[in-house]
Nanobody, 126 residues
Framework: QVQVVEAGGGLVQAGGSLRLSCTVS????????MGWFRQAPGKEREIVSC????????YYADSVKGRFTISRDNAKNTVFLQMNSLKPEDTAMYYC???????????????????WGQGTQVTVSS
């Protein structure tokens, strides 16, 4: 059974930083590209970032480029999202998920991912 557990969210002032983590069990983590998504109230879930299964390539949404950094530690089955220079518009529930297929490239559509966790709330005050 695959489990995905996100952590690290919280309340931070604008300009601050947070580091999210996502630990996955029940699959061969090394074989899966991992995506971070976020969903604000009343909005669609959108991709934030993705790191390919081999770790050699990353994707960032335009809204977070230069501020967020994704990384992975395959030995710990964990993917991280370092978020700097946070803005109030970054406020959302943040989720991570593996691609639905092993050794598949990153994809911007959330339907191409499966095994969603409960998410971790990020709130940025102005």
């Amino acid at each position: 059974q695959v489990q995905v557990v996100e952590a690290g969210g919280g309340l931070v002032q604008a300009g601050g930083s947070l580091r999210l983590s996502c630990t996955v069990s029940g699959l061969t983590f090394d074989d899966y590209s991992m995506g971070w998504f976020r969903q604000a109230p009343g909005k669609e879930r959108e991709i934030v970032s993705c790191i390919i299964w081999s770790g050699g390539s990353t994707y960032y949404a335009d809204s977070v480029k230069g501020r967020f950094t994704i990384s992975r530690d395959n030995a710990k089955n964990t993917v991280f999202l370092q978020m700097n220079s946070l803005k109030p518009e970054d406020t959302a529930m943040y989720y991570c998920a593996p691609r639905s297929l092993p050794r598949a490239a990153c994809n911007v559509y959330n339907r191409q991912y499966r095994y969603w966790g409960q998410g971790t709330q990020v709130t940025v005050s102005s």
